[in-house]
């Protein structure tokens, strides 16, 4: 999720046991250490693009990583906040652990993939329950805590912390409803799907992008699911066939090491991009739910070195014929 939702969440977990006398100092650890998963985003490399999608997400993201990530944020935050604020360290130690906790398993609930039980395995956990970035999960949460802190009243915070629980539960309903429809999809079309999944698009819990998998190709449409169920049919992609669509990658080069390390991110939700040569994507992600324009990719070279790395590739461009067809499947 975003900075604010994570911290905003984290705020709401440690009201929830403050009390009147520790409710600000609560909730300024609980925003902080909320937000402390995410300084892995700053382990990178200017020679291997793809060296922060391993780490994203990876170790200060695990279960097992909790109690020491909140040690870590507690020895920091004590003597700046928690100790100027009348705090035992074990208290500041607590509202720590329960901020830091947080914000694994919100990013769990996204469709991004967060690594939970690193070490023992390397899996991209991935819940589909809730939009990367969503207003009507986050303002509700922010306002509630802002509220308990100016007005030293910790049930607000419970209040808050109740919806950031309510909210991906109700995702959890939208998501099983949007897969009947996509399940309905492949049917009418006289496919038996390998795999499908649902997954909420941009900043809303009532229009999903539906995906599944085929022998050969994988097929991407949308559901809206609200009072009565609507679905839009979408574009398909081949699968990616490194041996037909990139015959002349060395399979033992750094690009083609590459591709796995991006296909392992991706949930093996790759492919060529039909538009440009070259480049692979990943179809889970894009602005339109039933359309193939993905929000990252690689780009190749035949002519790169056999240790040089793929360029990663972010498109955040955004038309406006994209947005009025999003407008219109959510409104």
């Not at 009348?86 to 947080?102: D, E, V």
């Not at 398993?105 to 970035?133: E, H, M």
């Not at 030293?152 to 959890?172: E, F, V």
């Amino acid at each position: 999720m975003d900075p604010l939702s994570q911290a905003v969440l984290g705020a709401s977990a440690t009201q929830s046991i403050a009390t009147q006398k520790t409710i600000v100092a609560a909730t300024i650890l609980g925003l902080l250490s909320g937000m402390a998963p995410d300084l892995d985003t700053f382990i990178r490399s200017s020679s291997d693009p793809l060296l922060f999608l391993e780490y994203h997400r990876q170790f200060t993201h695990s279960l097992i990583f909790i109690p020491l990530g909140a040690l870590i944020c507690a020895a920091i935050l004590h003597p700046l906040i928690g100790k100027r604020r009348g705090l035992k360290f074990t208290q500041t130690l607590l509202f720590c652990i329960l901020g830091y906790a947080t914000h694994a398993l919100l990013d769990s609930c996204t469709n991004y993939g967060t690594q939970l039980l690193w070490p023992f395995t390397d899996q991209r956990l991935a819940w589909n329950t809730i939009s990367i970035i969503d207003p009507l999960f986050t303002l509700p949460i922010l306002g509630l805590i802002i509220l308990a802190a100016r007005k030293k009243t910790p049930i607000l915070g419970r209040i808050a912390l109740a919806w950031a629980i309510t909210y991906p539960t109700i995702g959890l309903i939208q998501k099983d409803r949007a897969e009947q429809l996509g399940w309905e999809i492949a049917k009418e079309r006289g496919h038996k799907p390998i795999k499908l999944e649902a997954k909420p698009s941009f900043g809303n819990l009532l229009v999903w992008k539906t995906v599944y998998e085929t022998e050969d190709r994988f097929y991407v449409d949308a559901a809206r699911v609200g009072y009565q169920g609507k679905t839009f049919k979408g574009d398909s992609v081949e699968k990616l066939v490194i041996e037909r669509d990139l015959p002349w990658l060395n399979l033992d080069s750094q690009q083609a090491k590459d591709i796995e390390r991006f296909r392992w991110f991706s949930n093996n939700y790759i492919a060529k991009d039909p538009n440009i040569p070259n480049r692979i994507i990943d179809i889970r992600y894009s602005m339109v739910p039933n359309q193939i324009n993905a929000l990252w990719s690689l780009e190749l070279s035949p002519k790169a070195l056999v240790d040089q790395h793929a360029k990663y590739i972010i498109n955040r461009e955004r038309s406006d014929s994209q947005l009025r067809i999003f407008k219109n499947m959510l409104f």
